[in-house]
């Protein structure tokens, strides 16, 4: 248990202050969580993916798992939105679309180390990439392919996996300063996940207990399930069982809030689950590790 405190303290701590520093100063985050789209957040994915040693033909079964566990928790959870009498639109998206990038990456690499960050990685795109297209298109009713060919996110994977595949060199500077602007991602998104949290409350609370406990629940019952069919080494098979208990994404309230969707009753979701997290993750962690 003082190795699960170790993992998640640090991911907690900074989520913590990121939440008392927005209630006595109220900072304005839009530009730096801009940035950290745009920037420092596919500078991150660029320099894992183009990193030495990255051999990507040993992730393809996990990035077929991971879409599975995002598709599958909403199979899942759909028959149990309509009896509970709940919107697909409001309540589907957050139940498939987890915290992979604020809490996965940063959880990874504080429980399996540096070297499990190229398979936490894949799942945040897997996750991310289906985010954008299939959460899109259940929002809107429509994907544009023109618009998702713009994301930084995506361009910085397409390259990545150019360099990667290709084995082409990345001149060591260069790659330095990329990989120094990727080191400010992690940290700044947890911050701007405890300064995002005072701006939810807890009136659609039956919701938000709903989500709490069917987000990791349905994620985890998929999870297993895969585990079973689809060969995966042993720590693989560990980091898609945390992936599948991860909470609902900031996103999801986020792109709700853009769209007009019942932004406070997808906040409730994402704040209750985000919550539920600090008893699921270390749980989840114990079992695992």
Known sequence: M???????FPIFAIVALGYFYA????PDMASANRLNLELFTPALIFS??????????????????????????????????????????????????????NMGLPLALFAFGEAALPAAM???????TLHFTVGNAMLTGHVNPLKLIRMPMLAATLAGLVVAVFDLGVPGPLHEAIDLLGQIAIPLMLFALGVRM?????????????????????????AVAVVLFVELPAIQQAQLIVFA???PAVLNFMLAER???????VAAVVLLGNFASLAVIPAVLYFVL
């Open 2 to 8: 003082f190795q699960v405190f170790e993992i998640v």
């Open 23 to 26: 209630r006595k100063f109220g």
């Open 48 to 101: 894992v993916l183009s990193s030495e040693g990255f051999e990507l033909e040993r992730y393809g079964e996990l990035a077929l798992a991971a879409g599975i566990v995002v598709l599958g928790s909403g199979l899942l959870v759909w028959p149990i939105s309509r009896m509970l009498g709940y919107k697909n639109q409001v309540f589907l998206p957050p139940m498939m679309f987890n915290n992979s990038g």
């Open 122 to 128: 894949i799942l945040f795109l897997v996750e991310n």
């Open 198 to 222: 005072t701006g939810v409350d807890l009136s659609d609370w039956r919701i938000g207990m709903a989500g709490a406990i069917l987000c990791p629940l349905s994620g985890l019952v998929v």
């Open 245 to 247: 208990a991860l909470p």
């Open 259 to 265: 769209y007009g969707i019942e932004p406070r009753k």
